[in-house]
């Protein structure tokens, strides 16, 4: 996948399963289906390359790479929820 096939969703849900360290409670906080979870980290492992994630006591913690993933979406992320919240003042 080309990092122009990146969206913000498949960030959002990339960093919910980091957060909550399972797919099937990052589905029910993004209000998705747990095979929609499944299939949107396997787009982004694909993309990567690399495995982003890996099961630790029955968690799914970040690898090396997807801990990379994870700052790097949370910068971008960041940046337009601050981006969001400037063009509401500027209103």
């Known amino acids: ?9 498949l ?10 360290g399972s797919i099937s409670q990052a589905a029910r906080q993004l209000h998705l289906t747990q095979p929609t979870v499944s ?3 396997k787009k982004l492992t694909d993309w990567a390359g690399e495995p982003l ?3 630790q006591h029955g968690t799914l913690v970040p690898s090396r790479v997807g801990a990379e993933l994870y700052r790097a979406s949370q910068d971008v ?8 919240q400037f063009v ?4």
Do not use: K, P, W
């Open 77 to 84: 992320l960041g940046r337009f929820a601050d981006f969001s």
């Open 1 to 9: 996948m080309n990092v122009r096939h990146l969206s913000f969703r």
């Open 11 to 20: 960030l959002q849900v990339y960093q919910a399963v980091v957060q909550t």
């Open 88 to 91: 509401q003042s500027a209103r």
């Open 39 to 41: 299939i949107q980290l």
């Open 53 to 55: 994630l890996e099961s």
